[in-house]
């Protein structure tokens, strides 16, 4: 062959084809039964249609319709057959952006009027039309010129600011499925039937063009797509059990906080909440000292100067707070921002005083409110908050100590997550990202360490902690891990993370004095567990459906009388159980304790004690657990002291063991 190809397949063999040879006819010259099921093809990774010809040498890899990758085609298919179908039920509609999003896609269409959930049915019986056509994706890649003059003859003058925004330097590209065309990057499956049926769209929304909201507002149609019916159904069962977990939801039924106008994005704490929250921080207060971290509290509100130092004025100043302070003489007058992160703070902490190599690590952990401006359509309960309590913590230390450092946080990082029951936890390594800062030789040092301490954990866990890297998604400062946990449904959510710093240190001329006598520049670790203490909480909430375990729930025992008779004895039942440590309240409401019961269920009391004339009489309890229909009658000392048992946290009960 004169022009000729060397690619390496899956199972390490390698041969030569024809570089003008497409993938259709790689997987050909495979297998028939390999074409068929086709739909794409990879080389080095990247995904291409099966009508690109392979070009050049490389690992090659074809694309089936089971293979995970192919669920983004899927999705990708769909929005076009979505923006088609409401192309030809809708004439005269726009069509704007349709990107694939986790777990769907999404459109948005120009229409005098806004669609609703109404059109659903007749747009999806039209999808299901246009992809039993089973018409080819077809590419084709034109001039900016031919391009403006087609999108301007059929209306569509948001396709015209599209392309004026694609570089001179890439190529143009439309594809067909039909008589139907958009403008695309691709890459697409090889027919709108290998799309199938397991597809359904989900809710509307407004949207402005391009996220301005001096810009048009556009109607935006979600859906979601998947491989075969049976994802589909699950997904849909799973998100109508995430809609019963809904921590807003709960947060209501349970009087734990609430929102509203007057404060965006700030949380308002009820008393139930605000112990929780408590609780929380308190945990996390005894495992830090275990741990030989120093509590500190860096200001709320610090100079611009600092953040211009730090570099968050320059990186993060549009999601900043800004303040203003305008006093009597000119001198006075300052710019001010609340703080977004608590980093610059703690390592003024650390440059005050003379530090020595003999005192490093030095923890520095603080509970710190921060603000960060969030866009108020991306504001979501305690999940995305304007101000939000950071758990983060710096570790200043020496190089030679860095990867015991990063060992020593895992363990803090995994054991807690263990005690709030979740055990599916992955570790993600961020690599370097292309605009960054620190030269190449820390950036290779600082990778392979972490690279190694990846390795370890990996390892150490017996492969039951899942591993993988992230290519150029580090922090513009340094490598970083994320840790991931899968909640009680199968969610995922990125809390934790451990971040290495060559910016901070630098900037701010922190140093220590080495065996040397020398100056020297500290490592900086960025750590966070919870994250966020308040979407922390929110993730338990909809993890634990707000059925807590005792050591954790904001009120753990109501004791509810049955006659007016008990009343007195309950009082002494709340007292006792107070006395041993426990959050119990009385409920001597004139009610039937059938609703009694029903109420404090509904608000997810793990433990209600029933109490009558006769449980009065015979210094009895009667216990009624939450999700239980069992009850149980025991004495009140062998009750409390149950309790009380169950109701040491996980980090007391190891140290009692130790």
């Known amino acids: 062959m004169l022009n000729s190809v060397s690619l390496t397949f899956p199972d390490g063999s390698v041969r030569d084809y024809d570089a003008a040879m497409t993938g259709a006819g790689l997987a050909e010259s495979i297998s028939k039964s390999l074409a068929k099921k086709a739909v794409a093809y990879a080389i080095d990774g990247t995904v291409r249609d099966l009508s690109d010809p392979l070009g050049k040498s490389g690992k090659v ?40 999003i986790e777990n769907g896609f999404y459109y948005d269409f120009a229409r005098n009027e806004p669609f609703t959930p109404d059109d659903f049915p007749v747009i999806e019986k039209k999808m299901r039309e246009i992809i039993a056509r089973n018409k080819p994706f077809t590419k084709e890649v034109w001039s900016r010129d031919k391009a403006k003059k087609v999108f301007a003859d059929k209306g569509e003058r948001y396709k015209l600011e599209l392309i004026d925004a694609i570089p001179e330097d890439q190529d143009l590209k439309i594809y067909a499925q039909g008589d139907w065309f958009d403008l695309c990057r691709g890459p697409h499956m090889a027919s709108t039937g290998q799309i199938g049926s397991a597809f359904k769209l989900m809710k ?3 949207a402005y063009w391009r996220g301005d909201s001096n810009n048009p507002m556009l109607t935006r149609i979600y859906g979601t ?10 997904y849909q069962t799973m998100l109508e059990e995430a809609e019963k977990r809904d921590h807003r939801k709960l947060g209501r039924e349970m009087d734990l906080f609430h929102f509203q106008e007057e404060g965006p994005g700030v949380v ?24 030989g971290y120093q509590e500190v509290n860096a200001p709320q509100v610090l100079d611009k100067s600092l953040w211009e130092t730090s570099g968050h004025w320059g990186w993060y100043r549009d999601a900043m707070f800004k303040v203003t302070v305008a006093g009597d003489d000119t001198d006075d007058d300052r710019v001010f921002a609340l703080k977004p992160m608590n980093c610059p703070g703690h390592v003024q902490i650390f440059k005050h005083g003379l530090k020595s190599y003999r005192d490093l690590p030095v923890k520095l952990a603080e509970f710190g409110n921060v603000h960060r401006y969030e866009p108020s359509g991306a504001l979501h309960g305690l999940m995305r908050v304007r101000g939000f309590t950071q758990d983060d913590a710096h570790i200043f230390c020496t190089e030679e100590q860095l990867a015991s450092e990063c060992l020593r946080i895992n363990d803090l990082i995994l054991s807690t ?14 690599t370097r990202p292309d605009k960054r800062v620190g030269t190449d030789e820390a950036w290779d040092h600082a990778e392979a360490i972490m690279g190694s301490v990846l390795e370890t954990i990996r390892t150490r866990s017996g492969n039951r902690i899942k591993t993988s890297i992230n290519p150029g998604e580090g ?24 971040q290495v710093d060559f910016n901070l240190p630098e900037r701010f001329g922190a140093f220590y004095i080495g065996s040397d006598s020398e100056k020297k520049q500290p490592v900086m670790v960025h750590r966070a567990i919870c994250g966020s203490m308040e979407r922390f909480l929110g993730i338990l909430i909809e993890n634990y459906s707000g059925h807590f375990p005792l050591w954790f729930a904001p009120l753990q025992v109501v004791v509810a009388t049955i006659t007016s008779e008990a009343d007195g004895y309950a009082t002494e039942v709340v007292a006792k159980l107070k006395a041993a440590g426990l959050l119990a309240e009385a409920d001597l409401r004139n009610e039937k304790i059938n609703y009694k019961v029903r109420e404090h269920s509904l608000a997810k009391v793990p433990v209600i004690l029933v109490c009558g004339k006769r449980e009065a009489e015979e210094q009895t309890v009667n216990i009624r657990r939450l999700g239980s229909r069992d009850q149980e009658s025991l004495g009140l000392t062998e009750a409390i002291a149950q309790l009380t048992e169950e109701a040491i946290t996980p980090d007391r009960r190891r140290k009692r063991a130790a």
Request: hydrophobic share 45%.
């Open 475 to 498: 922090a513009f400062y340094g490598p970083k891990f994320e840790y991931v946990l899968k909640d009680a449904i199968g969610r995922e959510w990125q809390c934790g993370t451990t």
């Open 268 to 291: 308002f704490w009820h008393a139930k909440g605000w112990k929780m929250f408590q609780n929380l921080v308190n945990y996390m207060r005894r495992r830090l000292d275990e741990q």
């Open 417 to 430: 997550y263990a005690d709030f029951g979740f055990d599916e936890i992955s570790v993600k390594l961020s």
């Open 225 to 234: 797509a998947w491989a075969d019916q049976a994802q589909l159904e699950a």
């Open 204 to 206: 509307v929304a407004g």
């Open 61 to 100: 890899e074809i694309i089936t319709r089971d293979d995970a990758r192919a669920l983004e085609l899927i999705r990708h298919d769909t929005a076009h057959v979505l923006a088609e179908a409401v192309q030809e039920l809708w004439p005269g509609t726009q069509v704007t952006i349709g990107p694939v």
